[in-house]
């Protein structure tokens, strides 16, 4: 009896909890919807805000792998994650970066994307990067980063987490200058918006409650 209550709390989720199955796909769904708004963002030559941006700007000057360069500008953000938001954010956001690094080295290989137009790039990646974040939110995990950042002022202060970061993603997206034309820029800048509004409009802490 006592294995069997062990296993319905790791797949059963109530109204305030989410369980660890529940988890467990949420981050993987999440982060799989996050590799596909890359790909796009990608394919179209753009770049994006937060900590994937600083990730697209160190890999288009570097030419090292997107994976590596995301994987390695997030390092500093866990420790602030730990501190103000707790261990089991860390971990989620941890293994949810490592999912997304992974899989954008492995997703080139099975999905080929010969053209995508700036503008329809920067709609579409910027609508599928946000629902996936917005699965690793509601599964208090994040891509780090800014991401982190932002979870906690919402939490601290009550200020929207796409607003905040929608901000954040204005600064490292005026660096795109320097490796990119002014059109692409432009573009880019339309996918960040499109991508904070979707998570300013849907992230409500009143309207999910789950944790």
Sequence with gaps: MAEKAALAGLVNSSSDRHSLFDDAQGLVAGSMLAVLGVSLLSSAGLLAGGTAGMAFLLHYATGWSF??????????????????????????TFVAI??????????????????????????????VIGAGMLALFRHRASLGGIGILALYIQDRFGWRAGFVQLGFDGLVL????????PFIVACSVLGAVVLNLTLAINHRKDRYIAM
């Design 174 to 181: 005026a660096l795109s200058f320097f490796v990119a034309s």
């Design 67 to 92: 994976g590596l360069c995301f994987f390695a500008v997030n390092l500093p953000f866990y420790y602030l994650a730990f501190r103000r938001l707790g261990p089991a954010f860390t971990v989620k």
């Design 98 to 127: 490592a999912l997304t690094s992974v899989l954008s080295e492995i997703a080139p290989r099975f999905i080929g994307l010969s053209h995508v137009d700036p503008v329809a790039g920067a709609l579409f990646g910027g609508l």
